[in-house]
């Protein structure tokens, strides 16, 4: 069983920055990739970002390029999410996910939730106006 816990979340000024954590760890934690999703309120959980451990690919939700940027540290099975440029639309519980054993990697990475395994508690981002 893989535990994820995501850190960083918390209250910030739209234009203002963020930078979210997800630590995972567990007996056998081997993934080829890791996701953020979010959820606001009275809205179904959404994709924001994905990488890809080998390589470093990365993919994103149209809503979100050009100003939030994923990354990772494959040493401390650690996943960022680097938030710059917030809107009030950005308010959410921002999750992080690790895909299923036997999944594909064509749709974990590009955000489908029926792909991933585990999720974290969520941490949580308000951006006011």
């Known amino acids: 069983q893989v535990q994820l816990v995501e850190s960083g979340g918390g209250l910030v000024q739209a234009g203002g920055s963020l930078k979210l954590s997800c630590a995972a760890s567990g007996r056998t934690f081997s993934s080829y990739g890791m996701d953020w999703f979010r959820q606001a309120p009275g809205k179904e959980r959404e994709f924001v970002a994905a990488i890809a451990w080998s390589g470093g690919s990365t993919y994103y939700a149209d809503s979100v390029k050009g100003r939030f940027t994923i990354s990772r540290d494959i040493a401390k099975n650690t996943v960022f999410l680097q938030m710059n440029s917030l809107k009030p639309a950005d308010t959410a519980v921002y999750y992080c996910?690790?895909?299923?054993?036997?999944?594909?990697?064509?749709?974990?990475?590009?955000?489908?939730?029926?792909?991933?395994?585990?999720w974290g508690q969520g941490t949580q981002v308000t951006v006011s106006s």
């Open positions: 996910a690790v895909p299923a054993p036997g999944s594909s990697p064509h749709t974990f990475l590009r955000g489908d939730p029926r792909s991933v395994s585990s």
